[in-house]
């Protein structure tokens, strides 16, 4: 899946075009690496998103085209 859409799917980010344009702004790291919005993931990749107010450093733990709103928390966990 792509990292941007990943970001939407998930509700870390609310539109998919914010999670490109964070993705496309240099705000978004997978393993420790700047991520291109197209960049593939997969289960186990930790990818940490920059806010202005802080930092969001996650562990994907599932991937899947569509979740209910009330599952979104369960596609990754908090790290740190």
């Known amino acids: 899946m792509r990292l941007d859409k990943f970001l ?3 509700r870390i980010l609310k539109r998919r ?3 490109n344009d964070a993705c496309s702004g240099g705000k978004v790291y997978v393993n420790d690496k700047q991520a291109k919005p197209s960049a593939q993931i997969k289960v186990g990749d930790v990818v940490s998103v920059r806010f202005a107010k802080g930092e969001l ?3 994907i733990l ?3 085209e ?3 709103k009330e599952q979104a928390e ?3 966990e908090v790290i740190q």
């Open 8 to 10: 939407k799917v998930s």
């Open 57 to 59: 450093k996650f562990r």
């Open 17 to 19: 075009t914010v999670a």
């Open 66 to 68: 569509t979740v209910r």
């Open 62 to 64: 599932v991937i899947s």
């Open 74 to 76: 369960n596609m990754y």
